[in-house]
């Protein structure tokens, strides 16, 4: 299996406009999560879908940020407009059911400017 | 609220030696607890599922154990190598085994050839 594939890669931005960071999980798996890591927060989850449904999305910081899963293989995270503060690694993951191991993408790093 | 520490938060050895790396959590009502391997400019690989049932878990040079009561988990590498350097990150499930995983900081390790 390929694993938990995202893009783009690596983003930079100018302040203001839009950004969309997709993800394709690991075929079977039906539990999808969106984690932002950052030097002075560490990982923290934004949004955790189960069987496509959007479960707990208390980590998503404000209304610019949204997520969506329209299919069991393909997720995507939006920010409008996006900001400076924005600025960090965001990690799609994946794993079979709540409870297994958890795979994680390589990673979308974005700078906003 | 379940709060993770890792300690230390760096750490630098000479290749061969044997190290542990601890992890504790607040909230000992915990239904698994998993170390993960991140490299720079990387996305984090699982390392050990270790569920609540069980007390530890081997592969191959690591071996990471669980104490739920007294809220601990260790990591230990043996015969450390220049390879394992990374940063090293524990996480257990949030309330109610949602999915949603809470990261400790990370240690990072330093092994000197």
């Known amino acids: 299996d390929a694993g938990v594939i995202q893009s783009p890669r690596h983003e930079v931005t100018e302040m203001g406009q839009e950004v969309t960071l997709r993800c394709k999980p690991i075929?079977?798996?039906?539990?999808l999560f969106w984690y932002r890591q950052t030097m002075m927060r560490g990982l923290e989850l934004l949004i955790y879908?189960?069987?496509?449904?959007?479960?707990?999305d208390s980590g998503m910081p404000e209304d610019r940020f949204s997520a969506k899963m329209p299919n069991a293989s393909f997720s995507t995270l939006k920010i409008q407009p996006s900001e400076p503060r924005d600025s960090a690694v965001y990690f799609c993951a994946s794993s079979r059911d709540r409870g297994n191991t958890i795979y994680f993408g390589e990673g979308s790093w974005l700078t906003v400017v | 609220k379940q709060e993770v520490t890792q300690i230390p938060a760096a750490l630098s050895v000479p290749e061969g030696e044997n190290l542990v790396l601890n992890c504790s959590f607040t909230d000992s009502a915990i239904y698994n607890l998993q170390w993960f391997r991140q490299d720079p400019g990387k996305g984090l690989t699982s390392l050990l599922l270790i569920q609540s049932s069980q007390r530890e878990q081997t592969s191959g040079r690591l071996n990471a154990s669980l104490d739920k009561s007294s809220g601990r988990s260790t990591l230990y590498i043996a015969a450390s190598q220049p390879g394992d350097s990374a940063t090293y990150l524990c996480a257990v499930p949030g309330s109610s085994n949602t999915g949603k995983l809470i990261f400790g900081q990370g240690t990072t390790l330093q092994v000197k050839p």
């Open positions: 879908f189960n069987n496509n449904v959007p479960i707990d």
């Open positions: 075929s079977g798996h039906n539990s």
